[in-house]
């Protein structure tokens, strides 16, 4: 199960946070600011994974960060952070750092569209664009009424 | 709650309000807020359980589905008791995208509370047959959490092992589907999410596992390698088939797709393969081997996670026959790696030096070795066995103090290297003079020049105060060795004044030695005798083969400060270990974490099960038992042992079997500090007027375990509780399943057999976790 993912860019600014535990905030933001200077501290060619504080760290490029309970998969975790990535490119049209600044209300509900609990739950991206779609329009529909 | 320093609560009530207005985007916003700002330690999420509850029953599913998603992501224990019969309903619902929200938000509740677990198992039975694969996604995710969570839904959902083949298979077979297509693999994390069901439900069942047999084979072989995807599915297939009870072709299998990921050339899948590796070895050491030469590759790799997982694994490969290649090895990561490695490097070389040393020179050479370019790193309590062993090994004794004290020449900085070459040429420095060295070239060097070296240590802003009081022992000891006292004598009395208490005690009492009591000298410093290697289960006792015994008719005159019955050993002993005693305790027990060198221990232990030399690190040499108590040397140092709770206590006995008369108790030891296996100590004693003579103790215990029965104390247990029959049982359990022993007992009473089967099932939780 996926204990939280944080998307954090190269000057250690986060972005975004999604915590499936319930942890106080001191301790979120204990942790966020430790585990953002260990990633940014790693040079680019090393391995995507580490052992921190008996979770596993799986982080893609553009630092997006995951951390797995220690008998998690970290294979198709990367896989997942993948294919966040590749959901918010096909909805927001070739993303940067700049769509998620200013729409970052759009990128949590895609997060929740495709995770849920700290498990995937749908594993087709075009069922996941297609909701997100349908919610965006229900939005607009009201907003007209 | 603050924003920017100031306080920001109001927003959690406008979550609220959000979310009970009636338009969609609010609730959208207020759900979001709630996920973000909210959570089980506020009191006011509680108002938002209504909330949720008429939004579960709206009529928009996305309304229905934000409500699904906020209660999985944070909902309380509380809240989850309450609307656990809403997802329920919605978990048998036919709208797909209800139903799979609906499953992951059951998985949360079952995660929160785990009683309700019964609830949701009718909904369980028709979602596999679902086509949509999100439904069926999280299906398995659901199944796999009630099956984790229980071992009676375990058993029950056994029977849906064809049905999961049936699945991955269409999913192998089937061709290029576009919706779930990642690099021309479909669904990856459906399979993989299959694949680890499957594991859970064949780990100890042979029908389940044969079931999959095929199907496992299937994967490893067809899947496509050359992406990530690939990959990750092969991992989960491998960490399947060594987890199931599969045929050993599958297993050789495994093994080599492991080894193809240990040759890729993305750290990523060397990572993975060395993490499964190391879970395999024990059980598949073969098969491991073959891939030792690729393994010691990885240790001279850039990456830090990659050089720990290889030097885990390095350690737990080593063996008898390639000891020799792969210390060489060791031994030079050990020269070039970080220091975050160095200290678990090190006692792993020291650990399997022991085990598996070919000779006493290669031994004392590795360990010489070590220390010197490590020597900082070291454990504390590495020092002493060093000396045990040093020795131990009579006909070394020239060769190694030559050598102690070249190094000593080079470097005097490293303290554990110190310690132990001031220890040895206090003892041999007679052969380091005479020149007696058959291993190597023999070197020349005068008395004074050893005294010099000696005295330089004691001065060194260098030594620590440890080290100062080894040195000046050592100079004190070779008073009996050397001809030139007077030099000896004129550094004591200097030191008699130093502003260290230790040191200035030890030089007191060697000046009143000189003194007042010369005559004594040359018995007390006298050759020290063989050390046997203490037992580390329970309390520590030096056994102590002692042939110089001090004539106690002497102390008898004198004032008991002197009196040594005990031998000079012991006071050497003391002195050794001295002050190291009570720092040493605070390391060895703080210095079992869950560190590599933990884990080290731990895989060690696991394979040589029997016992043995205790590979752990102890203490050596303990102030022994002794009764008498010199106050004047041993001040400050107690007399009981002081290591006798190194096994937590507090593991509490219990009562296994207590029918017609016959008691019997378990009480536990956690000695070893391999956590996996329990000592269980039985106590059996007779409360009836007649003695049970031919008594015998069986016991059996899951598969999963290992037992191993020490011999009784007796055959016959003593009637009228006057005495009882102990005997030690070794549990070995490295899956910290719940411990569950059959016991059967037999013997006779009064002339007839009595025999009588029980199952023992009242283990206190500490005994096997």
């Given at each position: 199960?996926m204990q939280f993912m944080l998307l954090f860019s190269r000057q250690a600014k986060l972005r975004l946070q999604k915590w499936f535990v319930?942890l106080c905030d001191k301790e979120k933001k204990k942790i966020s600011r430790e585990l953002i200077q260990v990633i940014l501290a790693r040079k680019p060619k090393m391995c995507s994974f580490l052992e921190w504080q008996d979770r596993t760290i799986v982080y893609a490029s553009l630092y997006f960060c995951c951390a797995m309970?220690?008998?998690?998969?970290e294979?198709?975790t990367l896989?997942i952070i993948h294919?966040y990535v590749?959901l918010l490119d096909?909805?927001f049209?070739s993303v940067c750092e700049l769509d998620v600044i200013f729409n970052f209300e759009k990128t949590f509900?895609i997060l929740?569209?495709?995770l849920?609990?700290g498990?995937?739950?749908?594993?087709?991206?075009?069922?996941?664009?297609?909701?997100?779609?349908?919610?965006?329009?229900?939005?607009?529909?009201?907003?007209?009424? | 709650m603050h924003m920017l320093g100031y306080?920001a609560?109001?927003?959690?009530?406008?979550?609220?309000?959000?979310?009970?207005?009636?338009?969609?985007?609010?609730?959208?916003?207020?759900?979001l807020?709630?996920m973000l700002l909210?959570d089980?330690?506020?009191?006011?999420?509680?108002?938002?359980?209504?909330?949720?509850?008429?939004?579960?029953?709206?009529?928009?599913?996305?309304?229905?589905?934000?409500?699904?998603?906020?209660?999985?992501?944070?909902?309380?224990?509380?809240?989850?008791?309450?609307?656990?019969?809403?997802?329920?309903?919605?978990?048998?619902?036919?709208?797909?995208?209800?139903?799979?929200?609906?499953?992951?938000?059951?998985?949360?509740?079952?995660?929160?509370?785990?009683?309700?677990?019964?609830?949701?198992?009718?909904?369980?039975?028709?979602?596999?047959?679902?086509?949509?694969?999100?439904?069926?996604?999280?299906?398995?995710?659901?199944?796999?959490?009630?099956?984790?969570?229980?071992?009676?839904?375990?058993?029950?959902?056994?029977?849906?092992?064809?049905?999961?083949?049936?699945?991955?298979?269409?999913?192998?077979?089937?061709?290029?589907?576009?919706?779930?297509?990642?690099?021309?693999?479909?669904?990856?994390?459906?399979?993989?999410?299959?694949?680890?069901?499957?594991?859970?439900?064949?780990?100890?069942?042979?029908?389940?596992?044969?079931?999959?047999?095929?199907?496992?084979?299937?994967?490893?072989?067809?899947?496509?390698?050359?992406?990530?995807?690939?990959?990750?599915?092969?991992?989960?297939?491998?960490?399947?088939?060594?987890?199931?009870?599969?045929?050993?072709?599958?297993?050789?299998?495994?093994?080599?797709?492991?080894?193809?990921?240990?040759?890729?050339?993305?750290k990523n899948?060397?990572y993975?393969?060395?993490?499964?590796?190391?879970?395999?070895?024990?059980?598949?050491?073969?098969?491991?081997?073959?891939?030792?030469?690729?393994?010691?590759?990885?240790?001279?790799?850039l990456d830090v996670s990659?050089?720990?997982?290889?030097?885990?694994?390095?350690?737990?490969?080593?063996?008898?026959?390639?000891?020799?290649?792969?210390?060489?090895?060791?031994?030079?990561?050990?020269?070039?790696?970080d220091?975050e490695?160095?200290?678990?490097?090190?006692?792993?070389?020291?650990?399997?030096?022991?085990?598996?040393?070919?000779?006493?020179?290669?031994?004392?050479?590795?360990?010489?070795?070590?220390?010197?370019?490590?020597?900082?790193?070291?454990?504390?309590?590495?020092?002493?066995?060093?000396?045990?062993?040093?020795?131990?090994?009579?006909?070394?004794?020239?060769?190694?103090?030559?050598?102690?004290?070249?190094?000593?020449?080079?470097?005097?900085?490293?303290?554990?290297?110190?310690?132990?070459?001031?220890?040895?040429?206090?003892?041999?420095?007679?052969?380091?003079?005479?020149?007696?060295?058959?291993?190597?070239?023999?070197?020349?060097?005068?008395?004074?020049?050893?005294?010099?070296?000696?005295?330089?240590?004691?001065?060194?802003?260098?030594?620590?105060?440890?080290?100062?009081?080894?040195?000046?022992?050592?100079?004190?000891?070779?008073?009996?060795?050397?001809?030139?006292?007077?030099?000896?004598?004129?550094?004591?009395?200097?030191?008699?004044?130093?502003?260290?208490?230790?040191?200035?005690?030890?030089?007191?009492?060697?000046?009143?030695?000189?003194?007042?009591?010369?005559?004594?000298?040359?018995?007390?410093?006298?050759?020290?005798?063989?050390?046997?290697?203490?037992?580390?289960?329970?309390?520590?006792?030096?056994?102590?083969?002692?042939?110089?015994?001090?004539?106690?008719?002497?102390?008898?005159?004198?004032?008991?400060?002197?009196?040594?019955?005990?031998?000079?050993?012991?006071?050497?002993?003391?002195?050794?270990?001295?002050?190291?005693?009570?720092?040493?305790?605070?390391?060895?027990?703080?210095?079992?974490?869950?560190?590599?060198?933990?884990?080290?221990?731990?895989?060690?232990?696991?394979?040589?099960?029997?016992?043995?030399?205790?590979?752990?690190?102890?203490?050596?040499?303990?102030?022994?038992?002794?009764?008498?108590?010199?106050?004047?040397?041993?001040?400050?140092?107690?007399?009981?042992?002081?290591?006798?709770?190194?096994?937590?206590?507090?593991?509490?006995?219990?009562?296994?079997?207590?029918?017609?008369?016959?008691?019997?108790?378990?009480?536990?030891?956690?000695?070893?500090?391999?956590?996996?296996?329990?000592?269980?100590?039985?106590?059996?004693?007779?409360?009836?007027?007649?003695?049970?003579?031919?008594?015998?103790?069986?016991?059996?215990?899951?598969?999963?375990?290992?037992?191993?029965?020490?011999?009784?104390?007796?055959?016959?247990?003593?009637?009228?509780?006057?005495?009882?029959?102990?005997?030690?049982?070794?549990?070995?359990?490295?899956?910290?399943?719940?411990?569950?022993?059959?016991?059967?007992?037999?013997?006779?009473?009064?002339?007839?057999?009595?025999?009588?089967?029980?199952?023992?099932?009242?283990?206190?939780?500490?005994?096997?976790?």
């Amino acid at each position: 199960m996926m204990q939280f993912m944080l998307l954090f860019s190269r000057q250690a600014k986060l972005r975004l946070q999604k915590w499936f535990v319930p942890l106080c905030d001191k301790e979120k933001k204990k942790i966020s600011r430790e585990l953002i200077q260990v990633i940014l501290a790693r040079k680019p060619k090393m391995c995507s994974f580490l052992e921190w504080q008996d979770r596993t760290i799986v982080y893609a490029s553009l630092y997006f960060c995951c951390a797995m309970e220690l008998q998690d998969n970290e294979l198709i975790t990367l896989e997942i952070i993948h294919r966040y990535v590749e959901l918010l490119d096909k909805y927001f049209g070739s993303v940067c750092e700049l769509d998620v600044i200013f729409n970052f209300e759009k990128t949590f509900y895609i997060l929740d569209e495709f995770l849920l609990a700290g498990e995937a739950q749908e594993t087709s991206k075009k069922s996941v664009l297609k909701a997100m779609e349908e919610a965006d329009l229900l939005q607009e529909v009201q907003q007209l009424l | 709650m603050h924003m920017l320093g100031y306080p920001a609560h109001f927003g959690q009530l406008e979550c609220l309000k959000l979310i009970a207005s009636q338009k969609f985007t609010d609730k959208r916003i207020g759900y979001l807020g709630a996920m973000l700002l909210l959570d089980e330690r506020q009191d006011v999420h509680l108002l938002m359980t209504n909330c949720i509850k008429n939004d579960l029953n709206h009529s928009t599913q996305y309304v229905q589905g934000l409500a699904l998603c906020t209660l999985g992501c944070m909902g309380s224990s509380e809240m989850c008791r309450d609307l656990a019969g809403e997802v329920e309903k919605l978990l048998k619902t036919s709208n797909s995208y209800l139903r799979k929200k609906a499953a992951l938000c059951a998985v949360h509740v079952i995660r929160k509370v785990p009683e309700l677990m019964e609830m949701f198992l009718p909904a369980t039975k028709n979602l596999l047959s679902e086509k949509n694969h999100g439904v069926l996604h999280t299906s398995v995710v659901l199944l796999t959490e009630m099956c984790e969570r229980s071992p009676d839904m375990l058993a029950h959902f056994r029977k849906l092992v064809p049905q999961l083949v049936r699945i991955l298979k269409n999913l192998i077979m089937s061709g290029y589907s576009p919706e779930h297509d990642v690099s021309g693999i479909s669904d990856p994390f459906l399979q993989v999410r299959i694949l680890r069901l499957l594991r859970i439900l064949g780990r100890s069942d042979d029908d389940s596992s044969e079931a999959m047999n095929d199907i496992l084979a299937q994967v490893a072989t067809n899947t496509e390698t050359s992406k990530n995807v690939g990959n990750a599915i092969l991992y989960e297939t491998v960490l399947t088939i060594m987890d199931i009870k599969s045929e050993s072709g599958l297993r050789v299998l495994a093994i080599n797709i492991l080894g193809r990921f240990l040759l890729n050339n993305d750290k990523n899948i060397r990572y993975v393969a060395l993490t499964s590796l190391l879970k395999t070895v024990q059980t598949d050491h073969n098969a491991v081997q073959r891939h030792r030469s690729t393994i010691v590759d990885c240790l001279k790799d850039l990456d830090v996670s990659i050089k720990r997982r290889a030097m885990e694994l390095s350690f737990a490969l080593v063996n008898g026959n390639n000891v020799r290649g792969m210390m060489k090895e060791l031994l030079y990561f050990l020269d070039s790696c970080d220091p975050e490695f160095k200290a678990d490097c090190a006692s792993g070389v020291f650990l399997s030096a022991e085990k598996y040393a070919p000779s006493k020179r290669w031994h004392i050479d590795t360990i010489m070795r070590v220390l010197t370019t490590a020597g900082s790193y070291v454990r504390d309590d590495s020092v002493p066995n060093l000396i045990q062993l040093i020795t131990n090994s009579v006909e070394m004794h020239a060769y190694t103090v030559q050598r102690l004290y070249k190094a000593l020449l080079d470097d005097i900085s490293q303290q554990p290297l110190v310690q132990v070459a001031s220890w040895c040429i206090g003892e041999y420095g007679d052969l380091l003079v005479s020149g007696q060295c058959e291993e190597e070239e023999p070197i020349q060097v005068t008395e004074d020049e050893v005294l010099d070296v000696l005295e330089g240590l004691l001065a060194s802003n260098l030594s620590t105060p440890v080290t100062r009081g080894y040195s000046l022992t050592a100079i004190m000891k070779l008073s009996t060795r050397f001809s030139g006292v007077n030099r000896i004598k004129k550094v004591v009395s200097i030191y008699g004044s130093s502003i260290d208490v230790e040191l200035q005690q030890r030089a007191v009492e060697y000046n009143a030695l000189f003194k007042k009591y010369d005559h004594m000298r040359p018995a007390l410093l006298e050759r020290m005798p063989i050390m046997e290697k203490t037992a580390t289960n329970g309390p520590t006792e030096i056994v102590q083969t002692n042939g110089e015994m001090e004539p106690s008719a002497v102390e008898a005159k004198h004032p008991p400060p002197v009196s040594q019955p005990t031998s000079p050993a012991n006071d050497l002993l003391d002195l050794l270990s001295g002050n190291d005693v009570v720092p040493v305790i605070q390391t060895t027990l703080p210095s079992k974490p869950a560190s590599a060198g933990g884990d080290l221990l731990e895989l060690l232990g696991d394979i040589s099960l029997g016992g043995g030399p205790a590979p752990t690190p102890a203490p050596a040499p303990a102030p022994a038992v002794s009764s008498t108590q010199p106050a004047f040397l041993l001040d400050g140092l107690t007399s009981q042992p002081l290591f006798n709770d190194i096994a937590p206590a507090g593991i509490p006995p219990m009562t296994a079997y207590n029918k017609n008369g016959l008691k019997i108790d378990f009480t536990f030891e956690r000695a070893n500090p391999n956590p996996n296996i329990a000592v269980i100590t039985i106590h059996a004693s007779n409360s009836t007027e007649a003695d049970m003579t031919d008594f015998v103790f069986q016991a059996a215990v899951p598969k999963t375990f290992q037992l191993q029965l020490l011999s009784p104390s007796s055959n016959i247990v003593p009637a009228l509780n006057q005495g009882s029959v102990t005997q030690v049982i070794r549990v070995l359990n490295p899956q910290k399943q719940q411990l569950r022993m059959r016991i059967k007992l037999t013997y006779t009473l009064k002339g007839s057999p009595v025999q009588d089967l029980a199952e023992v099932n009242n283990f206190p939780p500490q005994s096997w976790q």
